[in-house]
């Protein structure tokens, strides 16, 4: 996202501010056009039959209503150190689609390297466009794994693409991470991605976001809530967001092309492309 500097310490925060699919449902009630884009909640429908379950919400510390990225290091932590505190597992446990707007601003840390979520996009059970579609295989497992555990594929043969996995076992619900701002570890970043530059470049792109954490498949099933290795970690939340369909699934139902399943921090250039089929929520 801008201007930036290198930080003194491992997470030192920029002073300047980045301001910025799965359907649980058996059915579909219409074709959607596919030059009218459809809503989260017009694909929303009758949940899937399953065990209630108490879930437990899970509910930040606090709320800030901006969104400074200088607030980040003062968070107080009570499951980690260096002033950052670890999502517990209860945060993923719920849909995807309400998953994937409540990643944005969070942050993930591996070794000295800490990335702000910008951009992510939500893959539900049922989704045409998601590997879920496929069953559970080798590959596509993580994906029905417990909530808050990475699910991590090879793209194309060459890009590592990083899913968050939501909701309860067996579903088949994740969130994909499409974009990221760098926070602290910029040297590391760009030794990995090969690119030094300190431009939105750097991070807008799944691959990219893999490449920078330096991820490999072996990371899918680690839970992000456990200290070491791969985190996420809390953060507040952004001012305002961005929504649209998701990028690169015209093979889909017309119904999950056109859902607004993707999210994005408003105010930010750390957003992949197209940026234009964003709007504002």
């Known amino acids: 996202m801008l201007f930036l500097f290198i930080p003194q310490s491992p997470f ?34 009758e949940p ?34 260096d002033g950052f505190t670890i999502l517990p597992k209860e945060f993923f446990l719920v849909d995807a689609l309400d998953l994937a707007p409540r990643l944005l601003g969070k942050l993930i840390r591996r070794d000295d390297v800490v990335l702000r979520i910008t951009e992510v996009e939500a893959y539900r059970p049922n989704d045409s466009a998601c590997h879920g579609r496929f069953g559970v295989t080798a590959r596509t497992a993580p994906v029905f794994g417990p909530g808050g555990h990475a699910y991590i594929y090879l793209c194309y043969g060459l890009h590592m693409m990083l899913n968050v996995v939501a909701d309860e076992v067996g579903l088949g619900a994740a969130v994909l991470v499409r974009a990221c701002a760098p926070v602290s570890g910029l040297e590391t970043i760009q030794k990995r991605r090969g690119l030094i530059t300190d431009k939105p470049v750097l991070l807008t792109g799944p691959g990219k976001v893999g490449q920078a954490l330096g991820l490999s498949t072996e990371w899918s099933n680690h839970p992000f809530y456990t200290p070491g290795g791969l985190e996420l970690l809390d953060a507040p939340k952004p001012e305002s967001i961005l929504v649209g369909p998701r990028v690169g699934i015209e093979y889909a139902l017309p119904e999950h092309v056109n859902a607004l399943w993707r999210f994005a921090i408003a105010g930010t250039p750390w957003i992949s492309a197209p940026k234009n089929t964003l709007r504002a929520s």
């Open 12 to 45: 030192h925060i920029f002073a300047s501010s980045f301001s910025y699919g799965m359907i649980r449902t058996h059915r579909f009630k219409k074709l959607a056009n596919p030059k009218n884009p459809i809503s989260s909640t017009d694909l929303r429908s």
């Open 48 to 81: 899937q039959a399953r065990k209630k379950k108490k879930k437990t919400r899970y509910c930040p510390k606090s709320k800030p209503a901006t969104d400074p990225p200088t607030q980040i290091a003062q968070l107080s932590s009570s499951s980690s150190s």
